[in-house]
Structures are given as structure tokens and as C-alpha cells.
């Protein structure tokens, strides 16, 4: 018997799921069931977090939540249950408005276990001290200096290297002043400091109850099954009630101007920006939220909509990337804005956006653009992907701000209804020019010039060193003392062995023996590959060819084809009208480059063009991909050089936030063939490629010399063997499938790739205030002997070596360790690290402390746990399909994979030690890092300055 009331029960068809919303009378608390066949368990828990002040208390508090409670009072539950479970997703996120625990698994064990955690962690947690200490900040002394070191701390600092943050920040910090938007939920690191420990304890009595709590369930069980443990668990500790805390609401009377500082490189006198920002109708209410999504797709929906191609086609700068709907806040904010300015076109730019919204309301645009969009919602709801979460569980955290702002929580899930009312709407000659109108006429409203600042990271760096001189100067011996036994005591408590035996967990006795079944591959029928998926009548057609004998001089050149052809005309269309039609057509659309290591160790490259919509447009699907395929065109040269520059600056504007992806591919690629592509056609590489390419095409001689390579680039790449992925709900795929005239499907052998051999020791350079450590190994694929030895050996690594030294010890957000069977490379890496060298340091302990360090049969069966998790991860239904492809071309078939599999859960603590001598320490690293400082201690490491690199011209084969 649950205290629960029932409200009401809904039935969503499209997604084989009633809606359920209950309530317990005595508290508030809400819980929203979807019951559902679906295979996966969902839960999650969220509160109304609303600071009122950039100290990051909700940000700090969702850390301190999940490292020990009442009923597991150990060290890092959170972290400790992620290898004693087989969740498929465990996290916990803080927003602007609100913090969010989910977890998704598809074991009813599990998910029982893992609610008692998640239960007592946030209504129940010990918000011990020390933990405070190591999650918030705190003081130390470095050579007699004193610093803030911290987890939440330096993960603040990465964040705010990337200068979109920055600009946001600043938009709401003005249009929405008086309210929690208007500060740094996460935290700025300039005022985590002034945050008190009591304030953190003060601030979840106040906001983590259950009177302010909404739960959120799914998976085929009964609601009542949870609401007894949360009955149980939760309600009958914390009785009472209290009103539910909502987001304040800003009142803007009339328009306001400001200018907003951004992180910048040093050449930044064409990276000025104009922003202009409105505050529309809140969220929660879904006539606004729709009206802001038809707003957006009809001015900047694609190539053809007006405001976007106004700002495309101005002849320069380029449209803003804080752009279109955005409903972070309660309240809708709607951005337009350019970037890439001069000065001197500030006034221009401004006058460009006004004049274009001032035509748009009164010509309006084509219905087929809102037509399309409202199509787009329908695709949205019976879409079955879920990204790296379950699609339920996807779901459910897209529910969460809308009913948490007091909207409707059915409607949060069931878009029928607002769907025929915007099919009304768009029917209503002026109603699109009425929303452009009404966005002109709204006083609530920011002008802002975006000023480019390149002292942005030293200033902050300055700021932060002069706060700590004077604090320093102030203190009494007493003060230096507490200091010192505060990190004392806590690294003492950091080096303690954890005993995690009052958590529950999954053993691998518990574990399928059996691989997880994928898709079988069918046999070939004229190129075509037919799978019949429940994919909730939405079909998909991937159409591929195996580039794999184009030689290494054209992998900058095969990304450059992927990513321009999606912005280019096609047959007698120009790019804009291409756009438009495309977008017309189907739902989705996208053209890329994939790389592979089949098992003979061969590079298998294949360049795949993809569509996807509703099963009524199989026609439009396979239009679609014959034109993009077919009738490419590469004769618009304004457009090529716009988009050029675009993929320039753009690279050149995130150089600190890429630099974790950058580091990562500049170790592994003296390693692997497939790291070595990668760091070809994305990586700093590619940075160069792009600078020397912009510079050729300055001349008609160099311009030609590009669009000739495209064009030959082209004409290879059809010629190459090709094949079609169809799939789609019952029939759906074998209807598509005769759609499509193909050649028979053909073979062609994969490439085996010289690698250089020759290890890394770079340091990649871009200002900020962290860095990214990387380390890697040559590796085998999975069925080499050692290869699952490997695999739990980078579990061990990471969960009792590495997240102590780096994330506890060293302040870093993350430490881990990797072994990528399919690129055949090990590695270990640092995430928004304040050290570089002692964290290589801490890497080639590791492997040392690997051979001689006693592990407990717990500790190996948590990391054979883990490793099996990630075999089972589950995948959406056209995901799956891919997977089972992508081992198909590689040539794994279910024996490897059994044989792997078998080979983890046999594994033994002598063949992890084995494996690591052979491969680790026996065998020469490759090491590369994002660097935020050059006055550190550099470990060794050649300095890249990436913002020069992009800059100057490379000597690169054009």
C-alpha cells in the first residue's frame, strides 16, 4: 500500500506507452510513470535548484550528494556503483533552474539497487567536510604560495574556456537580472571560493525535499513497486510540506544595451559580434514553446530561410552561434545575432538584422518550411534514438523543466494535441508575419556588442592570483595551520582503502554468458541490405562506398567533401534552394566519412550519405540520396569560400574546448591507422589543412585548383563499390529497398596503412586556465589472446588507480583509462587538469603499481562488471543495425565476439598483469596533451602554439 494518489493515465500509441502521474497528498512530492514494454528500467529524481549567487552551491551540492550517504557512508557510492552495476546510464546533472540524479539499466535487480542509492544519496547525504573540501575548493600551499584547488573548481575553469559560455552567461546575467538565470548555476570560478560549508548544508534542507522532489519512472513494471521504496526510503524520514520552489520571472520593460567581454585569440579584430536576445512567453506553456521552434524554423531553418541567409550572403561575418529558440530559462529566450565582425560592421549588422525581420513580417515565408517543421516534430516523437542514454530515459529529462515549471506533464510527452493546433495556426494567412512582429515590437529585449577580449584568461588568472596574495598577506598562523591539517586530513582520507562492501552489486555470475544479440546481416540483394527493425514507422537508408583504396593524401580532402556537400547546391539548385528542398523532404540527412580496422589490421574507409523520415516519404528518402550522390555541384565559389572560412574560424574560436579530442588523436595517431585518419581529417592536422586551404583559394588560380580536387574527389568516390543500408518497421525496409537501383554488391579489399612509428610528446597550446593529459600504447584488436585482459585492466586502472590520484589528489574533473580494441590502442587520460607533469607522473605509476598491488576478488569482479557493461551498452534500433555492419566489415563474427566475452568473465588478476608488461610497460608510449599554460613544468613535451598553426600557411599537398 503506497501513499500515492492517482491523477490521471494517458496512452501515447506512437511510443507503446501510457503516461501515468501520481501524487502523495501529505508532501507534494509528483511522480510521473511511463509504463512501457521497452526493455530498459528507468529512474530519475529532480529538484528545483534556484542559487542566488555564481558560488555554485547546486553545482558543488550534486557532487557532495553522491559521495557517501546515511545508509552508505563509503567513500564515492556514486563512483564505486558504477562498476558494481550494469546501468547503461548513471549521472547526475546540474541545470540553471534545476539537478537531475537519472540512472537507466535493463536489470530489475539493478534497478532496484541502484534506487536505494540514488534514494539515500539525495534526500539522506552525509555532505561530510572533507568531501566538501575535495568536491568544492579549498586552500593548499604550493612552494609557499597559497592556491584553490578543487573538483568542481577546475571543472569550472574548462568550462569556461570555451567563449560561448561566456557570452551566455552574460545575455541572461542582463536579460534576466533579478533571477537564478541571471547567475552561474555550475559555478564561476572567480566566486566558488566565497562558498561556506554551512551554506551548502543549509542549501540542500532547503531545496532537497521531498515536498520539492518530482520522480520519474519507466520500464514494464508497476508505479506502486517504486512508491513503496520511495514510501519506505524517503517520505516516512521526511515528513511535511512546503510550496514548490519555482524560478523567479524577469520583467523587462524596456529594451537594454550592454557590451559582453569573450575569450578571444590574440588577432581578434574581425571577432567583434552584435547579439539581440527577447524574452518570450515561459516554456511550460507549449503554445509558446511551439510558436518559439515555428519562429526559428522558418527564419533560420535552413540555407534558404531568410535571416539565415541574409546573414550567409552578407558578404561578411557570419550568423552568431548562439542563435534561434532557447528554453533553458522558465522564460523563452529567442537569439539573432552575428560574429566575425570588424568594428567598423557593427553598425552594418545590426542594421542587416533589423531590415531582415522587418521584411519577413511582412512577406512571411513559405508554408512548406513550417510544414516541414511540424513534420519534424512528428519524426521527434517516434524516434527511437536516445544518443548515449536510453530513448526513455532521453525522454523523460526533455520532461523534466516543463513539468518542474508547472506545465502540463502529459503534454511534456504527447505532442498530438499541440500538433493539430499548430497545423491551424500555420493555415492562417499573417500568422507567421505575426510572430515576427510580435518579436519586433517586444520591448523585453538585450542589444549586445560582442567584444572580443584576448587578456580574457590572464585577467581572470590575474584576479585570482591578486584575491589569493591578499588573503595570504592577511592570515594568521592559526589559519595556515587549519589549512595544512584540513589536507592533511583529507589526504589521509583520499589514501584510506575503501571499503564500498555496504553497496549492493551485480557479480558476474549475474551476467548473461551470451553475447548481446544484434542484428544478423542479411545476404546482399543487388547492393541492397535489408533489416526489418521497430523503429515506430520511421525508415532509414544509408547509402555507402568503400573509399578505402583512395590513398592517405586525400583524408583532409574527404572530410573537407563530407562537410562542404551538405552546404552546396545540387543539379540546377542553387545552395539556399537545395537547402530548402532538402529539408522539405526528409527529417534527417547527413553525409560523412567513417573509418575502420577490419581484422587483419587493414584501414577500411567508407564515405556514407544518409536519410531518414517517415514511412510515408520513402520516395522523398530515396530522391534525396540519388540527387546528393549524383549531381553534386562545386561551381558556387562565394559559398565554398564562406563555408571554408566558417570551418576556420570556428576551430580557431575552440581550440580550449576541443583540445581534450585534439590531445587524444595526436597521442593515438603514431599508433593506429584509424587515430591516424582521424587526426588527418579532425584533429590539428586538419587545422593546418584548413589555413593553407583558405589561403590558396585567395587567388582564381588557387580557387580552381580546390573546386578541380573536389570534383575529381567526387568522380573517384562514385566509382567505388557501393551498397545501401535499408531499415524500417515490418515491410517498411523492403518498400524502400525497391526504390533503389544498385549494382551488385562488391568487395573491395581494405588498405593496410603505414603508421609513423615514432611517438608523440607534444603539447598542444590554446590560453586557459586547465589541460587534458594523454597518454597511449599499441594495442591488439579483441581477438588477440590478451585482449581481454586488456579491457579489465583499463576498468582497474581507472576505478583504483586513476580517479584517486587525478580527480581526488589532483583536483582534475576526470582520470580514466581506455583500451580501444577497435583502433588498437590503450590509453590513459586526464579530463580539466590543473598538473600536466605530475599527472604523467601518476600515469607511469600507475602501470608500475598495476604489477605489484594486491587486488581483492571484489575489485576484479567490479572491473569484469564493468567491462561487460560496456559489451551490453544498449543501442537504438538503427544503432544496433550499425553496430552489427560495423563488425561484418571488420570480420568479427558471434564466435570472436563469444570467444571475448568468455575471456573477460575467465579473466584473472595474473593475465591483467601479464597483459599490462607486455603492452604498457614493456613498450614505449606516445603522449600528448591540451596545455593551458606554458610557464608549467611541460614533462618533456614539444610545444604546438595551435592559434599560430591556424594562422600560417602549412605546406600541405593541395
Known amino acids: 500500500m503506497t501513499l500515492f494518489e492517482k491523477l490521471r493515465s494517458h496512452d501515447i500509441a506512437e511510443l507503446r506507452t501510457t503516461v501515468e502521474e501520481y501524487v502523495e497528498p501529505l508532501s507534494g512530492a509528483r511522480h510521473i510513470h511511463l509504463l512501457t514494454d521497452q526493455a530498459d528500467l528507468a529512474f530519475l529524481v529532480a529538484f528545483p535548484t534556484v542559487p542566488h549567487n555564481s558560488d555554485g552551491r547546486a553545482h558543488i551540492l550534486e557532487h557532495l550528494a553522491l559521495s557517501g550517504s546515511q545508509r552508505y557512508p563509503v567513500r564515492n557510492p556514486f563512483f564505486s556503483m558504477m562498476r558494481r552495476s550494469t546501468a547503461s546510464f548513471m549521472n547526475a546533472m546540474t541545470y540553471a533552474d534545476r539537478t537531475v540524479y537519472p540512472f537507466a539499466t535493463t536489470d530489475r535487480n539493478d534497478f532496484f539497487n541502484l534506487l536505494d542509492v540514488y534514494l539515500d544519496a539525495t534526500f539522506f547525504p552525509t555532505l561530510d567536510y572533507l568531501n566538501f573540501l575535495q568536491e568544492g575548493w579549498r586552500y593548499t600551499l604550493e612552494d609557499g604560495k597559497l592556491r584553490y584547488q578543487g573538483v568542481v573548481l577546475n571543472e569550472m575553469k574548462g568550462a569556461f574556456t570555451n567563449p560561448l559560455q561566456a557570452l551566455y552567461n552574460g545575455i541572461t546575467a542582463q536579460l534576466l537580472a533579478g533571477t537564478t538565470y541571471a547567475v552561474v548555476s555550475g559555478g564561476d570560478p572567480l566566486d566558488i571560493p566565497a562558498l561556506d560549508y554551512q551554506a551548502l548544508k543549509d542549501f540542500h534542507a532547503s531545496h532537497y525535499h521531498p515536498s520539492q522532489a518530482l520522480f520519474m519512472t519507466a520500464g514494464a513494471m508497476p508505479a506502486a513497486q517504486v512508491q513503496q521504496r520511495i514510501a519506505e526510503r524517503v517520505l516516512a524520514q521526511l515528513p511535511g510540506n512546503a510550496p514548490r520552489r519555482l524560478p523567479q520571472l524577469a520583467t523587462v520593460a524596456a529594451p537594454r544595451q550592454h557590451t559582453i567581454g569573450v575569450p578571444a585569440q590574440a588577432d581578434s579584430a574581425s571577432e567583434h559580434g552584435v547579439q539581440s536576445a527577447w524574452v518570450l512567453g515561459e516554456s511550460a506553456d507549449l503554445t509558446a514553446l511551439h510558436h518559439a521552434h515555428l519562429l526559428q524554423a522558418g527564419l533560420l531553418g535552413d540555407a534558404a530561410a531568410p535571416l539565415r541567409k541574409a546573414l550567409e550572403s552578407a558578404g561578411y561575418g557570419r550568423p552568431a552561434r548562439i542563435i534561434g529558440m532557447d528554453a533553458n530559462a522558465r522564460q523563452i529566450l529567442f537569439h539573432v545575432g552575428m560574429e566575425g565582425l570588424t568594428r567598423e560592421q557593427l553598425d552594418d549588422a545590426r542594421a542587416l538584422l533589423q531590415q531582415t525581420l522587418e521584411a519577413v513580417a511582412q512577406t512571411g515565408v513559405p508554408e512548406a518550411a513550417l510544414q516541414a517543421a511540424l513534420r519534424d516534430i512528428v519524426y521527434q516523437q517516434r524516434d ?531 597483459a599490462v608488461a607486455r603492452w604498457l610497460r614493456d613498450a614505449s608510449a606516445s603522449r600528448a596533451a591540451s596545455v593551458g599554460n606554458l610557464a608549467q613544468d611541460m614533462a618533456g613535451l614539444e610545444v604546438l602554439d595551435l592559434a599560430a598553426s591556424l594562422g600560417a600557411e602549412a605546406q600541405h599537398s593541395a
Not at 566519412?593 to 510515408?616: K, T
Not at 591516424?676 to 582564381?700: C, I, P, R
Not at 568522380?715 to 567505388?720: D, F, I, P, W
Not at 585482459?789 to 581526488?808: D, G, M, T
Request: net charge negative; aromatic share 8%.
Open 384 to 914: 527511437t534514438s536516445g544518443g548515449r542514454m536510453p530513448n526513455i530515459l532521453s525522454r523523460m529529462l526533455n520532461a523534466v523543466p516543463a513539468v518542474l515549471r508547472d506545465g502540463d506533464a502529459i503534454d511534456a510527452f504527447d505532442s498530438a494535441a499541440i500538433l493539430a493546433q499548430l497545423r491551424r495556426d500555420i493555415a492562417r494567412p499573417g500568422f507567421f508575419q505575426g510572430l515576427v512582429r510580435a518579436l519586433l515590437d517586444n520591448p523585453a529585449r538585450l542589444d549586445a556588442h560582442v567584444l572580443p577580449d584576448p587578456d580574457y584568461f590572464k585577467d581572470r588568472a590575474a584576479a585570482e592570483e591578486q584575491r589569493l596574495a591578499t588573503i595570504q598577506a592577511g592570515m594568521t598562523p592559526a589559519q595556515f595551520e587549519r589549512i595544512g591539517a584540513d589536507n592533511r586530513a583529507l589526504e589521509e582520507l583520499q589514501r584510506a582503502p575503501a571499503d564500498a562492501s555496504l553497496l549492493p552489486r551485480i557479480r558476474p555470475a549475474d551476467l548473461d554468458r551470451q553475447p548481446k544479440a544484434l542484428p544478423a546481416v542479411p545476404e546482399a540483394r543487388d547492393g541492397k541490405y535489408v533489416f526489418s527493425i521497430a523503429s515506430n514507422g520511421i525508415s532509414s537508408a544509408r547509402m555507402q562506398f568503400d573509399i578505402s583504396a583512395l590513398g592517405e593524401h586525400n583524408w583532409p580532402w574527404l572530410r573537407l567533401y563530407a562537410s562542404l556537400r551538405d552546404g552546396l547546391g545540387v543539379t540546377d539548385m542553387r545552395f539556399e534552394q537545395a537547402g530548402a528542398w532538402r529539408r522539405s523532404q526528409v527529417a534527417q540527412f547527413d553525409i560523412g566519412v567513417q573509418p575502420l580496422l577490419d581484422s587483419a589490421g587493414a584501414l577500411r574507409l567508407s564515405m556514407n550519405f544518409y536519410a531518414s523520415a517517415l514511412r510515408e516519404d520513402h520516395a522523398q528518402i530515396a530522391a534525396v540520396l540519388d540527387t546528393y550522390v549524383g549531381q553534386p555541384r562545386f561551381d558556387e565559389q562565394a559559398r565554398i569560400r564562406f563555408l571554408v572560412e566558417l570551418m576556420l574560424r570556428q576551430r580557431r574560436n575552440s581550440l580550449a574546448q576541443e583540445g581534450d579530442r585534439q590531445a587524444h588523436l595526436a597521442a593515438s595517431a603514431p599508433l593506429s591507422p584509424l587515430r591516424a585518419f582521424e587526426d588527418a581529417s579532425e584533429g590539428a592536422a586538419y587545422s593546418t589543412f584548413l589555413a593553407h586551404l583558405q589561403a590558396k583559394m585567395a587567388t582564381e588560380e588557387g580557387y580552381q585548383a580546390v573546386i578541380d580536387r573536389l570534383a575529381s574527389l567526387h568522380e573517384s568516390l562514385v566509382q567505388c563499390p557501393a551498397t545501401v543500408l535499408l531499415a524500417g518497421s515490418g515491410d517498411d525496409a523492403q518498400a524502400l529497398a525497391a526504390l533503389f537501383n544498385m549494382a551488385p554488391a562488391q568487395d573491395a579489399p581494405a588498405r593496410h596503412r603505414t603508421i609513423s612509428g615514432k611517438r608523440a610528446a607534444l603539447a598542444l597550446y590554446a590560453p586557459s586556465q586547465v589541460n587534458h593529459c594523454h597518454i597511449a600504447w599499441k594495442a591488439p584488436d579483441m581477438q588477440h589472446a590478451d585482449a581481454p585482459a586488456l579491457a579489465v585492466a583499463a576498468e582497474l586502472f581507472q576505478h583504483q588507480f586513476l580517479h584517486q590520484a587525478l580527480r581526488e589528489r589532483g583536483g582534475a574533473y576526470g582520470g580514466s583509462a581506455s583500451y580501444a580494441e577497435g583502433a588498437g590502442t590503450f590509453t590513459m587520460q586526464s579530463y580539466r587538469d590543473p598538473r600536466l607533469a605530475a599527472t604523467y607522473a601518476d600515469f607511469a605509476e600507475a602501470v608500475e603499481r598495476m604489477l605489484d598491488r594486491p587486488f581483492t576478488q571484489e575489485q576484479l569482479e567490479e572491473a569484469i562488471v564493468s567491462t561487460i557493461k560496456k559489451l551490453d551498452h544498449p543501442a537504438a534500433p538503427f544503432g544496433a543495425v550499425l553496430a552489427a555492419w560495423s563488425l561484418h566489415q571488420r570480420g568479427i563474427g558471434t564466435a570472436a565476439r563469444q570467444q571475448y566475452r568468455s575471456g573477460v568473465l575467465a579473466c584473472t588478476i595474473d593475465a591483467v598483469r601479464q
